[in-house]
């Protein structure tokens, strides 16, 4: 089966660019999307289709896929943006999610 | 405002079945596709199952596969699923989610979310 990887938590000082990666196989042929999970609180769709942000999501966020690793980036990362983020994609029926990561701003 | 808001969770015996609601307000809830993903506490996401908007097309996760069944009533703008035959790796939060991408028959992204409802499985 299908699976999405990425690192367990990744930490960053205020101001400064936050990169999180997703990685599997071929995942630069598929579309991959970033949720943003605050505690207590619901996923909040961050990026769709490798690049886009819905609206009302701040143009520090962006995304880019490619072989075999997806990314989010976060540049000018504030405190708020402290939480989970979950990549996701689409492969052979299935949805798969990958593990979170949780990004600590200090 | 697009929402979507679950009901009918609560705690049940390992084996017995639970029916879970969404129901959806602030747009054409037959135009898109819908999705159930769980959480189960302290863990990462995972996606559930997925109808798109016609019916025509559902898919499910391998480990619900044969005991979980998802359906829909556009006339009532709602999302339902049948949980059976459950078990306690099935306690976790229960989101329905919906599929922005209008018309597709797979699902894409997911957006926006319900606030979830808690399944809790235990004897």
Same mark, same amino acid.
């Given at each position: 089966?299908?699976?999405?990887? $990425?690192? *367990? /938590?990744?930490?960053?000082?205020?101001?400064? #660019?936050?990169? &999180?990666?997703?990685?599997?196989?071929?995942?630069?042929?598929?579309?991959?999307?970033?949720? $943003? $999970? +605050?505690?207590? $609180?619901? !996923?909040?769709?961050? &990026?769709?289709? @490798?690049?886009?942000?819905?609206?009302?999501?701040?143009?520090?966020?962006s995304g880019s896929n490619s072989?075999?690793?997806a990314t989010l980036t976060i540049s000018g990362t504030q405190?708020?943006?402290?939480?989970?983020?979950?990549?996701?994609?689409? @492969? /052979?029926?299935?949805?798969?999610?990958?593990?979170?990561?949780?990004?600590?701003? *200090? | 405002?697009?929402? *979507?808001?679950?009901?009918?969770?609560?705690?049940? +015996? !390992?084996?017995?079945?639970?029916?879970?609601?969404?129901?959806?307000?602030?747009?054409?809830?037959? %135009?898109?596709?819908?999705?159930?993903?769980?959480?189960?506490?302290? +863990?990462?996401?995972?996606?559930?199952?997925?109808?798109?908007?016609?019916?025509?097309?559902?898919?499910?996760? @391998?480990?619900?596969?044969?005991?979980?069944?998802?359906?829909?009533?556009?006339?009532?703008?709602?999302?339902?699923?049948?949980?059976?035959?459950?078990?306690?790796?099935?306690?976790?939060?229960?989101?329905?989610?919906?599929?922005?991408?209008?018309?597709?028959? %797979? !699902?894409?992204?997911?957006? !926006?979310?319900?606030?979830?409802? *808690?399944? #809790?499985?235990? /004897?």
């Open positions: 089966s299908y699976e999405l990887t $990425q690192p *367990l /938590s990744v930490s960053v000082s205020p101001g400064q #660019t936050a990169s &999180i990666t997703c990685s599997g196989e071929k995942l630069g042929d598929k579309f991959a999307s970033w949720y $943003q $999970q +605050k505690p207590g $609180q619901s !996923p909040v769709l961050v &990026i769709y289709q @490798d690049t886009k942000r819905p609206s009302g999501i701040p143009e520090r966020f072989g075999n690793t405190a708020m943006d402290e939480a989970d983020y979950y990549c996701q994609a689409w @492969d /052979s029926s299935t949805v798969v999610f990958g593990g979170g990561t949780k990004l600590t701003v *200090l | 405002e697009v929402q *979507l808001v679950e009901s009918g969770g609560g705690l049940v +015996k !390992p084996g017995e079945s639970l029916r879970l609601s969404c129901a959806a307000s602030g747009f054409t809830f037959s %135009n898109y596709g819908m999705n159930w993903v769980r959480q189960a506490p302290g +863990k990462g996401l995972e996606w559930v199952s997925f109808i798109s908007y016609s019916r025509r097309y559902i898919y499910y996760a @391998d480990s619900v596969k044969g005991r979980f069944t998802i359906s829909r009533d556009n006339a009532k703008s709602s999302l339902f699923l049948q949980m059976n035959s459950l078990r306690a790796e099935d306690t976790a939060v229960y989101y329905c989610a919906r599929d922005p991408s209008k018309g597709n028959p %797979n !699902p894409n992204w997911f957006d !926006p979310w319900g606030q979830g409802i *808690l399944v #809790t499985v235990s /004897s």
